[in-house]
């Protein structure tokens, strides 16, 4: 299984990015899908999470400026980025957790990482 995670870039303050999050290979479900970040010098924090069933948390620091959503056909998480500020400059990760097999024999949860996708707003 791996995560492949794309759409960051550089962005003036104010601007809007929208990250992407595709898992492939053998899975079966998808529990819970989250977005972290890491910004320079500090420790990774928790921007965001989404159960397979829709329900959302968001830290302080970007609720009603991001929006996590999912396609759960397609295995796939985005998280939208609006207002953004010069404190969101960070590298992105995605994260989930997973069941391989099928309903009567599954396998889990695994837990699996992005590659980091790196977001710098800037002027």
């Known amino acids: 299984v791996q995560l492949q995670a794309s759409g960051g870039g550089l962005v003036q303050p104010g601007r809007s990015l929208r990250l992407s999050c595709a898992a492939s290979?053998?899975?079966?479900?998808?529990?819970?899908m989250r977005w972290y970040r890491q910004a320079p010098g500090k420790q990774r924090e928790l921007v965001a999470s989404i159960t397979r069933s829709g329900a959302t948390t968001y830290a302080d620091s970007v609720k009603g400026r991001f929006t996590i959503s999912r396609d759960n056909a397609k295995n796939t998480m985005y998280l939208q980025l609006n207002s953004l500020e010069p404190e969101d400059t960070a590298v992105y990760y995605c994260n989930v957790q997973y069941y391989t097999g099928n309903w009567y024999a599954r396998s889990g949860p695994y837990d699996i990482w992005g590659q980091g996708t790196l977001v710098t707003v800037s002027s």
């Open positions: 290979g053998s899975i079966y479900s998808i529990p819970n």
